[in-house]
T-cell receptor
């Protein structure tokens, strides 16, 4: 089945820094989604992005489906960005989550 | 006006008991899901369901069963609870299978 790998597994940054999170998938996918799980455990939609680029405020995402990866960019990090970022890929009837990138933003 | 809601938020029970977790969505979606998040934060899909088809992750024990009284609800029933069932269970919904999913707040199940 499809494999989804995220990197880096952990990231510690100072407030105001920029970061890039990566999601690689082993096969072509129908859909790809990015989520943020905040420290209270809530899973929040960030982007639904099977291909192309989208932006929402300080966050943007790019999926290059032909090369089987997606990137999540966070600019001017804030402490509220802390948490775990997941990507989830779908192929046929399989939905697979990556293991996440744990991001900690220091004040 | 919560989009996807789950009850209860916390559930503590003993081994061998049977329990249910309820999920409701008011987004008008036609597909709902159950996920399990273990202590290492790994998220795995358990079921996906619309009014036509149930897709079961083959690794899910048959002690777990989804029940959908209508399109807006997908409840999770668990029989003969085991210690390893302790986890956070998330419900989600989407408009069409595997399209943009919206998650509920989660139910933390602790089996003692």
């Amino acid at each position: 089945g499809i494999q989804v790998e995220q990197s880096p597994p952990d990231l510690i940054l100072q407030e105001g820094a920029n970061s890039t999170l990566r999601c690689n998938f082993s096969d072509s996918v129908n859909n790809l989604q990015w989520f943020h799980q905040n420290p209270w455990g809530q899973l929040i939609n960030l982007f639904y992005i099977p291909s192309g680029t989208k932006q929402n405020g300080r966050l943007s995402a790019t999926t290059v489906a032909t090369e089987r990866y997606s990137l999540l960019y966070i600019s001017s990090s804030q402490t509220t960005d802390s948490g775990v970022y997941f990507c989830a890929a779908n192929r046929d009837d399989k939905i697979i989550f990556g293991k996440g990138t744990r991001l900690h933003i220091l004040p | 006006d919560t989009a996807v809601s789950q009850t209860p938020k916390y559930l503590v029970t003993q081994m061998g008991n049977d329990k249910s977790i309820k999920c409701e969505q008011n987004l008008g979606h036609d597909t709902m899901y159950w996920y399990k998040q273990d202590s290492k934060k790994f998220l795995k899909i358990m079921f996906s369901y619309n009014n036509k088809e149930l897709i079961i992750n083959e690794t899910v024990p048959n002690r777990f069963s989804p029940k959908s009284p209508d399109k807006a609800h997908l409840n999770l029933h668990i029989n003969s609870l085991e210690l390893g069932d302790s986890a956070v269970y998330f419900c989600a919904s989407s408009h069409g299978y595997s399209y943009e999913q919206y998650f509920g707040p989660g139910t933390r199940l602790t089996v003692t």
